[in-house]
């Protein structure tokens, strides 16, 4: 274990890992009325929101940031016992939580902390490197903050809409996240990771529409309410991002794991805006359209960048990873297909395809967790630092 707090990616992809399963299992036993914990001021589904966004997907940004801003910048980010102290922040918020609300004042005072120490440490070697470029990633990082003090000032009775301002905000600035760092990321890693290599195209106007809708459809979802704009914005970033997509793809990436399954992520996502916006003019459940962002969005994306990046900051290569990976996608998609066409397709088993997903999601950091885990904890092969 005496590589676990070498870098960023190390402590919170394992600690990631372990706690989606957790928590997970923690939402299946509730949702089937196995298990209920005290629960003051949110709902269970809350609650199960607000740990899949502030407690598993923001210790993967965590991960990866502290990672890649090392990368970036070239000025070494938290590592030892300064990371250590952060990880258990975060790790301390996500015990008091897994009870419910009987321990919320413990969990708001280690979350608020850690999220805010997490901005100054990513914040400190941007701005002492001039990148200011980095800035569009960090003013996210920024919102999620945000997001979480009116999660818990929401829960304490302090601000009416502060709990779902908090969910939906912070739910729609992970896709925001997601769509920038794929814009960067996707063309890059295609480019350089298929055999022949390949030049994909890339367009300013599809980066700045982009942008564009995704603000318009932000703030009229979340804030105004209105859901007939969210849905034509919905419906725009549908093309624009299907255009994205069809601009990154080559048939190269089928033999790339950590490829195509990036690939995969991104199409889920932009299949996502289209059910959204289908959600406004049929009898669609909205839910199928935020489990797709969801499962198969975010979890799939997270997943994909956690194997990569640790295969790579480990001097092992991201192309031919161990054939477990396959396995791991292999579930979460199973997983995202139970939860949005499940219910689709036989609408009566309803409860069923969600214990189904559950379980699928839990098999999946199961197996990322027990794979990963001499990964994480173990000096790079190659005997570099990190």
Not at 177 to 202: D, H, K, Q, W, Y
Not at 209 to 228: D, K, M, N, T, Y
Not at 330 to 339: D, F, I, M, V
Not at 367 to 373: C, I, M, Y
Request: overall charge positive; glycine content about 6%; charged content about 10%.
């Amino acid at each position: 274990m005496t590589a676990l707090f070498n870098l960023g990616f190390r402590p919170f992809f394992l600690g990631a890992g372990v706690f989606a399963s957790l928590s997970m299992a923690a939402w299946l036993a509730i949702y089937a009325a196995w298990y209920q914990p005290a629960m003051q001021g949110i709902s269970a589904s809350q609650w199960h929101a607000h740990e899949m966004i502030y407690g598993y997907t923001v210790a993967v940004i965590a991960g990866f940031l502290l990672t890649a801003i090392r990368n970036w910048t070239g000025i070494q980010t938290l590592q030892r016992t300064p990371l250590a102290l952060l990880f258990a922040c975060w790790a301390v918020a996500r015990l008091a939580l897994l009870a419910g609300t009987a321990f919320i004042a413990i969990a708001a005072a280690a979350d608020l902390l850690f999220i805010a120490l997490l901005i100054a440490a990513c914040a400190v070697p941007i701005v002492r490197a001039r990148q200011w470029r980095q800035m569009a990633v960090l003013s996210k990082l920024v919102l999620l903050g945000i997001g979480n003090a009116l999660f818990y000032a929401g829960a304490f009775g302090l601000l009416d809409e502060g709990v779902r301002w908090s969910l939906y905000g912070a739910f729609y600035v992970l896709i925001a996240l997601i769509l920038t760092m794929a814009r960067r990321l996707i063309p890059l890693f295609t480019a350089s990771g298929v055999e022949p290599r390949v030049t994909l195209r890339n367009a300013l106007w599809l980066d700045m529409s982009s942008l564009v809708l995704l603000v318009v459809f932000w703030i009229a979802e979340v804030f105004l309410q209105r859901h007939g704009i969210a849905a034509a914005a919905s419906a725009l970033m549908f093309l624009v991002n299907a255009t994205r997509l069809t601009f990154w793809y080559t048939p190269g990436i089928w033999s790339r794991p950590l490829l195509w399954s990036l690939h995969a992520a991104f199409a889920l996502i932009t299949a996502g805006f289209l059910l959204h916006a289908l959600t406004a003019v049929t009898t669609l459940n909205p839910s199928l359209a935020l489990h797709t962002f969801a499962v198969g969005g975010i979890g799939l994306v997270t997943l994909s960048m956690m194997a990569r990046v640790s295969l790579g900051h480990t001097g092992r290569s991201v192309h031919a990873p161990p054939r477990i990976v396959l396995l791991a996608l292999g579930l979460l998609l199973l997983a995202a297909a139970l939860r949005v066409l499940g219910p689709l397709l036989v609408p009566a088993a309803y409860t069923t395809w969600i214990l189904l997903s559950q379980a699928c999601w839990i098999a999946t950091f199961a197996v990322f967790s027990v794979a990963w885990f001499p990964v994480l904890t173990r000096a790079r092969v190659d005997g570099a630092p990190g």
